[in-house]
């Protein structure tokens, strides 16, 4: 009882409720401007808020952070630009579905299963974190590359067309993102003596230059034609029975969604990722193809993203383990406030639990409040005309590089990030494959050599891929996608059959 009563508190508390309101609607609007990252929006609230008590400060920093992670889809789907890291596959069939004049539709349902994904990620915080919790601390160095191998062959499925230009692209933004130093030996690779270089490449000033500035120089071409607006249904709600209907796959990729979330590094991106595959592998009969405005394409990634949040809160609470950038901060704020982070919060401090719980559910309802009311106002980007968004757009796309790092070098990256990005479309190259070996290739090759090291040689290395149940299910997944991509499986059944 006393429970929940704590997850009650926020939601009876005037002040606790707007805090979170407040906080939910700022990270919609700042997740929604490409560059301006949650993870800097709530550093900054942390700083505002140092001096209030915890449970407000958290309350407000619950707030941006389930709104954040969810505005990001808002320029994904009406600007191909994807707000945040994890709203990139949000892209690959929301952007499409603007095209066909159905962005009401989409901008819609990612709401309404954004709700549903964040409530389902909630949920198993409150009741099974300490379950989740002890399967996530199992994971060791060889989950980790099995888990970024996993991500890396999505490659066949974010590649439209020609395979073999995915995995050029995939291969090239893996050695970008070796680019810096070493985490490991401490050298540096890539750098050619420049120090500008030694901290790497931030794969959020990739996305804005693939995604954003290359995405405004292509339509420079057919800056005169007419807007897709011209098209735009009126339809915003989506029928009832859409959400019966893809609530068997939102359940699905929202366990997924938490159980990467609770890996520490893996994140919303690689979750909602592999939600996208899931999608992809899983529906038999789409409401179109994926990659053409499938709208199982965006409600896999965004249900998934935001159930991710309720799975990086979990070590968080239970163990005292970031589960992403994000959550690291929020161990921050507990330290602040004289707060030991780790398997002795729950007992010693079982208040702030109940209350991250309760403010949680409570910013996920303002998330569909919000969400659904600023709809039409969303709407309104894709009516400005060309002439005016497209600097817009690359104006917003230079100053969110910049704010990422406060460096002009990364706004030099983006700017060779959007020309390459250019000749990528135009030779019909896929860009999305180039940012997932951006995200992964540092989780790739840390988690490969740490694995290594820890071994005391080949031998014992390959045998640790079988010597624990989680590394053995992650290899049978592993090879069964090598398979299923390759079409092995579907060569092997028709042999069987004739």
Request: charged share 10%.
């Amino acid at each position: 009882m006393d429970f929940l009563q704590q997850i009650l508190l926020p939601i009876t508390d005037i002040n606790l409720i707007l805090l979170v309101a407040a906080g939910t609607l700022t990270g919609i609007l700042i997740g929604a401007i490409p560059g301006l990252s949650v993870t800097m929006t709530v550093a900054l609230i942390l700083s505002l808020t140092y001096s209030w008590d915890l449970l407000p400060a958290l309350a407000v920093m619950i707030g941006v952070y389930f709104g954040g992670v969810f505005g990001g889809s808002r320029p994904a789907i009406l600007l191909n630009i994807p707000g945040s890291p994890s709203s990139v596959a949000t892209s690959f069939d929301g952007y499409p579905l603007a095209n066909r004049g159905e962005a009401k539709m989409a901008l819609t349902l990612t709401t309404l299963f954004s709700f549903v994904g964040g409530i389902i990620g909630v949920t198993i915080l409150a009741f099974a974190a300490p379950l989740v919790s002890s399967i996530a601390i199992q994971f060791g160095q060889r989950d980790y590359f099995l888990l970024a191998m996993l991500g890396l062959l999505l490659v066949g499925g974010l590649s439209k067309g020609s395979l073999a230009k995915g995995i050029f692209a995939a291969g090239a933004g893996v050695i970008l993102g070796l680019v810096g130093m070493d985490t490991i030996g401490g050298g540096t690779r890539f750098t050619f003596g420049s120090l500008q270089l030694m901290n790497g490449i931030d794969f959020v000033v990739a996305i804005l230059g693939l995604f954003g500035l290359a995405e405004v120089l292509y339509q420079l071409r057919t800056v005169n034609k007419k807007s897709i607006t011209a098209v735009l249904k009126k339809m915003a709600f989506p029928p009832i029975r859409f959400i019966f209907k893809f609530l068997p796959l939102s359940i699905r990729v929202s366990i997924l969604g938490v159980l990467v979330g609770a890996l520490p590094g893996a994140g919303g991106e690689i979750a909602s990722l592999l939600s996208y595959d899931h999608a992809k592998q899983s529906v038999k009969k789409p409401s179109r193809p994926f990659g053409q405005g499938a709208y199982e394409g965006v409600i896999a990634p965004e249900t998934a993203n935001n159930a991710a949040i309720g799975g990086a809160l979990i070590p968080l609470l239970t163990l005292g383990i970031p589960g992403d950038a994000v959550t690291a901060i929020f161990i921050g704020a507990l330290f602040i406030h004289g707060l030991q982070p780790g398997p002795l919060l729950m007992e010693q401090s079982a208040d702030v639990f109940g209350v991250m719980v309760g403010a949680s559910i409570l910013a996920n309802i303002f998330l569909l409040v919000f969400g659904l009311l600023i709809v039409n106002i969303f709407i309104k980007v894709i009516k400005i005309p060309k002439q005016v968004l497209y600097p817009i757009i690359i104006v917003i796309t230079i100053i969110g590089a910049y704010a990422i790092n406060n460096s002009l070098t990364d706004v030099y990256w983006m700017l060779g990030f959007g020309i390459v990005g250019l000749f990528m479309k135009i030779h019909q190259f896929p860009v999305a494959p180039m940012v997932l070996g951006i995200i992964l290739g540092p989780l790739l090759e840390t988690s490969f050599r740490r694995a290594y090291i820890s071994s005391q040689g080949t031998s014992d290395f390959l045998l640790g891929f079988v010597n624990s149940p989680i590394t053995i299910i992650l290899l049978i997944f592993f090879i069964f996608t090598i398979l299923s991509q390759t079409n092995l499986l579907q060569r092997f059944k028709r042999k069987k059959s004739s």
